[in-house]
């Protein structure tokens, strides 16, 4: 059985950063890409990044790069999201997410709360 | 950026009807278009991929049609567990959502 189980987040001072984490079991997560999903408080989903299989490529939407940052960590079925100068309009539940075709398997979610 | 505009914003459905939800394009995306159901306080669910692909474990009342830049998602006979926000992605060109249309008990 596939799980996807999500730690950090909380509430955090504008500018300030934050690493969110991801541990994933019942596939093979060295073969897979990864992403971070994020929906605000009664809105819609935005995804926000992704990292090949390998971690040798990365992308982001354009609201976020320069301040967070995808990671893997393939020994340890780990991934994660270092947010960093946050704002408040990151307020934001964050969801990891398998990236095939569409976004099979998700984690629980982990809510990230800016204040200004 | 692939803009995604999903329609009506809201459906009101009554327990055993047909409901169709629809999803547009702004620009071709061939058929990489998944859909997805959220319930309040849970993660969305993959429905369909690949636009009409059913996802493992989904009901077969789950339907979904289109190519391009025309999409639809047909729920034949609407099951009380499947009022919901329903939302459409597209993943030809980075990774865009629609807005959500929200199915609610009439």
């Known amino acids: 059985e596939v799980h996807l189980v999500q730690s950090g987040g909380g509430l955090v001072q504008r500018g300030g950063s934050v690493r969110l984490s991801c541990v994933v079991s019942?596939?093979?997560?060295?073969?897979?890409?990864m992403s971070w999903v994020r929906q605000a408080p009664g809105k819609g989903l935005e995804w926000v990044a992704n990292?090949?299989?390998?971690?040798?490529?990365?992308y982001y939407v354009d609201s976020v790069k320069g301040r967070f940052i995808i990671s893997r960590d393939n020994a340890e079925n780990a991934l994660y999201l270092q947010m960093n100068n946050l704002r408040v309009e990151d307020t934001a539940v964050y969801y990891c997410?398998?990236?095939?075709?569409?976004?099979?398997?998700w984690g629980q979610g982990t809510l990230v709360t800016v204040s200004s | 950026e692939i803009v995604m505009t999903q329609s009506p914003a809201t459906l009101s459905v009554s327990p055993g009807e047909r409901a169709t939800l629809s999803c547009r394009a702004s620009?071709?995306?061939?058929?990489?278009l998944a859909w997805y159901q959220q319930k309040p306080g849970q993660p969305p669910r993959l429905l369909i991929s690949?636009?009409?692909a059913r996802a493992t474990g989904i009901p077969a009342r789950f339907s979904g049609s289109g190519s391009g830049t025309e999409f639809t998602l047909t729920i034949s006979s609407l099951q009380s567990e499947d009022f919901a926000v329903y939302y459409c992605q597209q993943y030809n060109n980075w990774k865009t959502f629609g807005q959500g249309t929200k199915v609610e008990i009439k």
């Open positions: 990292i090949k299989e390998d971690g040798s490529a990365k």
């Open positions: 690949g636009a009409s």
């Open positions: 620009e071709s995306v061939s058929r990489d």
């Open positions: 997410a398998r990236d095939d075709a569409g976004f099979d398997y």
């Open positions: 019942g596939f093979t997560f060295r073969r897979r890409w």
